[in-house]
C-alpha cells in the first residue's frame, strides 16, 4: 500500500477569446505579407477522386502541405484531400492557428476571406 503514490496532473491550460482572436489574426497577416496565402476564384472538383485533388494541386501549381479554407461545407473536395496525408480543407468556423502554422500555403476564395473578417471583426 502507497500512501503518498503519484497523482494524476493536467498541465492545460485556457486562452481567452481575445488572445485566440489575436493569435489568428498575427498569423494570417504574416502569410498574407510572406505569400502564403492566395485567393481563388473557385475551390471544388466535379467528382470526389483523389486523382481530381492531385489535378487541382498541379493545376492550381501548390505543394502538397496545401490548406483549403472553404466558406461552405464541399464534400466532393473534402472526400478528394482525404487521402492527401499533408493537405486538408476546413471550413472557416474550423480555422485555427495550428492549421495555418503547419501548412505552407492557404488557398481561399473571396466569400470565405469575407466569413473570416466578420468573425475576426
Excluded: W, Y
Excluded at 13 to 30: I, W
Excluded at 41 to 55: F, L, M, S
Aim: glycine share 4%; proline share 6%.
Amino acid at each position: 500500500m502507497t500512501v503518498f503514490g503519484p497523482q494524476p496532473r493536467s498541465f492545460e491550460f485556457k486562452l481567452s477569446k481575445k488572445s485566440k482572436k489575436l493569435a489568428l489574426k498575427s498569423v494570417l497577416t504574416d502569410l498574407a505579407r510572406n505569400n502564403g496565402l492566395q485567393v481563388v476564384e473557385k475551390i471544388g472538383v466535379a467528382e470526389p477522386k483523389t486523382k481530381a485533388a492531385v489535378e487541382l494541386l498541379k493545376k492550381l501549381e501548390l505543394p502538397l502541405k496545401t490548406l483549403f479554407i472553404v466558406a461552405e461545407r464541399d464534400r466532393n473536395l473534402e472526400l478528394a484531400v482525404r487521402n492527401l496525408p499533408k493537405t486538408d480543407v476546413l471550413p472557416v468556423e474550423g480555422l485555427n492557428v495550428f492549421d495555418l502554422l503547419v501548412h505552407e500555403i492557404i488557398v481561399c476564395t473571396p466569400e470565405s476571406i469575407k466569413k473570416i473578417e466578420e468573425r475576426l471583426s
